[in-house]
């Protein structure tokens, strides 16, 4: 996969996105049309962004400045000092997940850009990989 360049100059104008509230389609992943028999979305809030079910673990903090997105994985909340038992196991759910829900993951984990499309879309990229969403 080639190396995704930054958006051309006139793109720049649009404002970009303070927000990935809401539910997002994907598609685009690595400047290639997403024409799959089956759709890829993903929920958002003004702090996270996941593919449901949230139990299969594709759940992404994120923080948004400027042109600029900080994605992570949510930390688990430390333990009071006075418990002394370990925390119950994070729910797991054991189902099958969309064959390219592995490259939309690995576009979250490298974008460090966020930008608005002329058409309206959201673009996330960084890293030499991107990722395509439109409101749904």
Known sequence: TAPQQDPPA???????????A????VAGIDGK???ESYGLALSGSKTELWWEPRCAGIVRTYAIGEDRIALSRPTAAPLPASQSEAPPAPVVCTIGLPPRLAEVTRALD???RIRRTPANGIELYGGGHSLLLFSQ
């Not at 793109?11 to 990935?20: E, G, H, N």
């Not at 809401?22 to 389609?25: L, S, V």
Request: charged share 15%; net charge negative.
């Open 10 to 20: 006139a793109a720049a104008t649009l404002p970009p996105p303070v927000t990935l």
């Open 33 to 35: 049309d997403f024409n």
């Open 22 to 25: 809401g539910e997002w389609r």
């Open 110 to 112: 490298a974008a460090t």
